[in-house]
């Protein structure tokens, strides 16, 4: 239902307070009430912004709208006076949120047509009503990012410690003032073709270049920090600048993200009351900037209303950029998903972008790990060679979002090359030779990742021994294009608990591939793994004069052969996978019988893994080595198949406490992250 309002109404309102009476009057006369029920949309994200609303009464939701999924909750309001639909303050005037009645809302609106002619005739009431706005929305981007640093827990290096984040890099830092002079004019040519300024005319761009200083520091300098009273403005001309945002308390530090391509602004609280800087700016290389100081800026706007226009207009705009770009790392946060987050952003600077600009096609590339790298090879070369600013910005603020995602692909890529380089060794490459290339490959692979690794003083001095260990399910992520999955807890234990013990790859016990799976019998024939017989196998593995219990005999018997050549052999007497939630299953008795089988008893040594079936580049893993033991030692008569069970339910029990342990030891390693 529309209605129309009194201008007592507008004058009402936090925004219009101190207004002039009679521009108050010259809104209120375009203007209605706009009352509408629970559930109904009042704008939809990509239409054009063509009213402003209040928010009179009840509680709004900002939705952002991803292709072929629900709309994202990123945000909600039930201010009295809340401004909404602030785009249209800003080209190319589209909203970037959906918003939603959560319960039935009542909103003022304000044509934009009536907007602009207001603006038009008087540029000083521009001015001030483009204050108001760059306030409300500096105030919303700070809400986003309490929000997000709320919602992140420890993100690796996103969050650290304050000491951390403002840590001085360079030995010396240092800031070096020096005036333009004859610079003057070739950097007015340079900032000619910057985004920020593209709106701004010649006459303007000059008057404000006339008060600069370029500034040169060294790596480690703090530009300024959150907090601080805002007192300059800056352009980066060369250089990198790193962002971080800090919680309420000062406790925890959120890295947000780089500034890295020239004419990129910052620092833009000197512009915006209260005047205090909403983020730290930290060089991470050597630094070159344009500086203004807020008191000349200020100074000239009072002077040059117009001007003061035009500069707040490109405020608002880049303050609105961060807005989008809080929003989206909330979206990724929140869901999980910075492949999603990614496709939000580009979704919501979608009106911005040109037809032909190859970020439309980003979204596609995501969506299949296999088209991940083509992804990145594209937002890089946008990155370093895009049309223009706003599109080498939206391939910049992709790769900070995407960078976990990133390292997984680095991982994912590592998984590949070992595969190959196993399955595909030259045939005149023994096995032995196999297993250590393939030991050293995954060190280096599991290096990249955080883990920890207890118990290692239980290790037996000698080799020839039984190693059991918990077996957990691998991330669906990290399954190759061949559906083969390489089992990443076996091969963390293998190279990085026993390998550098005794500089020998240990010999895996591994169900028979079945029919079909060529890929996984490729990979363990060259690294002569032991196989055990479940079900349907090749042809040219079937021998049907081989009863059940023959094979299991073969089975023991080139185990031992292992066993007394000095190899160890690790065996998960689960038979099956399981998450480390669940992890210990029930244990079968192959390893306990083969153990007593054998002449010379080894020692069976256990070992306890934990999140291993979650992603290795966002978790810590853990191995811990328990104390080793003989079978000998509680069970009298190896005959005796009721002892023995009995004996595999106390070993069950152990590993139930000693995968506590190791679960245990990844969250003290989260912790330390």
């Known amino acids: 239902m529309i209605v129309m309002m009194d201008a007592s109404e507008l004058s009402e309102l936090a925004f219009f307070q101190d207004i002039d009476r009679d521009v108050i009057d010259f809104l209120a006369k375009g203007s209605e009430v706009r009352q509408m029920d629970q559930g109904e949309i009042l704008l939809h994200q990509h239409d054009r912004a063509i009213a402003l609303y209040f928010l009179a009464t009840g509680k709004v939701q900002f939705l952002i709208h991803v292709a072929g999924m629900d709309d994202l909750l990123v945000g909600t309001d039930s201010e009295v006076g809340a401004l909404i639909g602030w785009s249209v303050f800003r080209a190319p005037y589209r909203h970037t949120v959906t918003v939603r009645c959560e319960t039935e809302c009542s909103f003022i609106r304000i044509p934009r047509t009536l907007l602009t002619e207001l603006m038009g005739g008087s540029p000083l009431i521009a001015y001030t009503l483009l204050r108001r706005v760059a306030i409300v929305l500096a105030h919303r981007l700070e809400n986003n990012r309490d929000r997000l ?84 403005f800056y352009l980066l001309v060369s250089g990198r600048i790193e962002l971080w945002y800090c919680s309420s308390d000062g406790k925890i530090c959120f890295f947000l993200n780089s500034l890295e391509s020239t004419g990129q602004a910052f620092g833009w609280s000197a512009l915006v009351e209260p005047n205090h800087y909403q983020v730290s700016a930290i060089a991470s290389d050597s630094v070159c900037a344009l500086v203004f100081t807020a008191e000349a800026l200020t100074a000239l706007c009072h002077r040059e209303p117009l001007f003061a226009t035009e500069l707040m207009e490109r405020v608002i705009w880049l303050i609105g950029n961060r807005l989008r770009m809080a929003r989206t790392q909330l979206i990724a946060r929140r869901y999980h998903k910075e492949t999603l987050a990614v496709t939000a952003l580009l979704e919501q600077n979608a009106a911005t972008l040109h037809v032909t600009s190859p970020l439309h096609k980003i979204p596609y590339l995501l969506e299949n790990r296999l088209t991940l790298s083509d992804a990145f090879g594209t937002l890089e070369l946008i990155r370093n060679h895009g049309e223009d600013e706003n599109e080498r910005n939206l391939a910049r603020l992709s790769l900070d979002i995407l960078e976990k995602v990133h390292d997984e692909l680095h991982f994912y890529q590592g998984l590949q090359r070992i595969y190959e380089s196993v399955a595909n060794a030259p045939e005149d490459q023994t096995p032995r030779e196999v297993r250590h290339h393939c030991m050293r490959t995954f060190r280096a692979l599991f290096e990249q990742t955080h883990y920890n690794v207890a118990g290692e003083e239980h290790l037996p001095d000698s080799s020839g021994h039984l190693f059991i260990m918990n077996h957990l399910e691998n991330h669906t992520d990290n399954m190759l294009p061949n559906d083969f999955r390489l089992t990443l807890d076996t091969h963390f234990v293998s190279s990085m608990v026993i390998y550098p013990k005794y500089h020998e790859a240990p010999i895996r016990v591994v169900k028979k591939p079945e029919l079909d799976w060529y890929g996984f019998q490729q990979y363990f024939d060259r690294l002569e793994y032991l196989y055990v017989y479940p079900g349907e196998v090749d042809e040219e593995d079937r021998d049907h004069h081989l009863t059940r219990e023959q094979r299991n005999r073969q089975f023991i018997e080139q185990a031992l052969e292992r066993l007394q050549q000095g190899d160890n052999i690790i065996i998960c007497p689960e038979g099956r996978c399981y998450y480390t939630e669940e992890s210990p299953g029930p244990f079968k008795a192959g390893v306990f019988r083969l153990a007593l089988a054998a002449d010379i008893e080894p020692l069976i040594v256990p070992i306890a893994v934990a999140n291993f079936d979650k992603r290795l580049t966002r978790t810590c893993t853990a191995a811990t080595v328990f104390p080793p033991f003989k079978v000998s030692d509680y069970i009298n008569d190896p005959d005796d198949a009721e002892s023995l069970s009995e004996f595999i339910l106390t070993v069950n029990e152990w590993y139930k406490d000693y995968v506590k342990q190791a679960i245990e030891l990844t969250q003290r390693c989260e912790k330390a992250l």
């Open 149 to 232: 640093i709320a919602s992140s827990g420890v993100e690796g290096r996103n969050m650290v410690e304050p000491a951390a984040a403002m840590r001085t890099r360079g030995s010396n830092p240092l800031v070096e003032f020096e005036n333009l002079g004859s610079d003057q004019e070739s950097t007015f040519r340079f900032l000619r073709h910057v985004t920020f300024f593209e709106a701004m005319s010649d006459h303007h761009l000059r008057s404000m270049l006339s008060l600069g200083q370029m500034i040169r520091v060294n790596p480690g300098t703090t530009l300024f920090q959150q907090g601080g009273e805002a007192e300059k």
